[in-house]
Structures are given as C-alpha cells and as structure tokens.
C-alpha cells in the first residue's frame, strides 16, 4: 500500500516505513521489494502497471500484511470485494483518524493506492503482523 498525494520520499509513506524498519536492518535488497507507483502519473495507469508487474515477476512470494483497528487488511477497508486488484481506495474516517499520529504535520491523505484482496491472496505467503 501506499498513501496517494505524499511527496517522494516523504516520512509517513509506507514505503519509508518498510525501508526504515523491514529492508534496512533485514539488509534486504531494493530489488527484492515491489512498491506501488505513486508518484508520476494517473493512480489508475500505477493500478494496472503495478498489476502487471507483479505478473511479470510471476507474482509475490512474501506478502508483508499489517491489520487496521477496524480490520482492513492493507488498505482493502471493511467491504472490499474479495475479487479486487490493485486501486485506488479512500480510506474511511476511522483509518484515517488512528493515521494521524502519523503526520504530526496535519497532511494526512484520503486516498491510497492498495493491493486488493485478489492481490493480496495470490501470494504465495502471507504474513500478518497485528
């Protein structure tokens, strides 16, 4: 997952958190780590690119999952279909509100590009950290 609307880089993303705490002291490479591509176009091209790179790489091995207080898996918010891919989801104000502790700056965003449960399942593991 990742917030839509955060500069590159920025502190809060997903991406920095992973980086920071999962990649740095795993000493894992960049590589080995997909992303979704927030930054450079419409979030629904990154959707589908970010789908079709995961068929490229013939799919996920680890799937890194995290748990929400009101039980979204990812960013996939309580009824989510289970047959989605990855989109575009707007988080609701319960995500939102236990995120903010996380953006002590008031910029927390409404909006996320998430793995759907599809996705999500097609991994070949699955590790949920709650």
């Known amino acids: 997952d990742e917030y839509v609307g ?7 993303s997903f991406r920095s958190y992973v980086e ?3 990649m740095g002291p795993l000493r894992i490479h960049r590589d080995q780590f997909a992303f979704p591509p927030v930054h450079g176009g419409p ?3 990154a959707a589908a ?3 079709q790179a995961l068929k490229e790489a013939n799919g996920v ?3 890194l999952l995290g748990i929400g207080g009101n039980g979204h898996v990812g ?3 309580p009824g989510s279909l289970k047959n989605s891919r990855t ?3 707007e988080l609701t104000p319960e995500t939102i509100q236990a995120n903010k502790v996380d953006f002590p700056g008031g910029d927390m965003p409404s909006e ?3 793995m759907g449960i599809e996705t999500i399942l097609s991994a070949r593991s699955l590790v949920m950290l709650a």
């Open 20 to 22: 920071k705490r999962v």
């Open 43 to 45: 979030i629904s091209e």
């Open 112 to 114: 996320a590009l998430s």
């Open 87 to 89: 989109r575009l989801v």
């Open 6 to 12: 955060l500069p590159e880089g920025h502190p809060s």
């Open 61 to 63: 091995d680890l799937q």
């Open 75 to 77: 960013f996939n918010e």
């Open 49 to 51: 690119h970010y789908e």
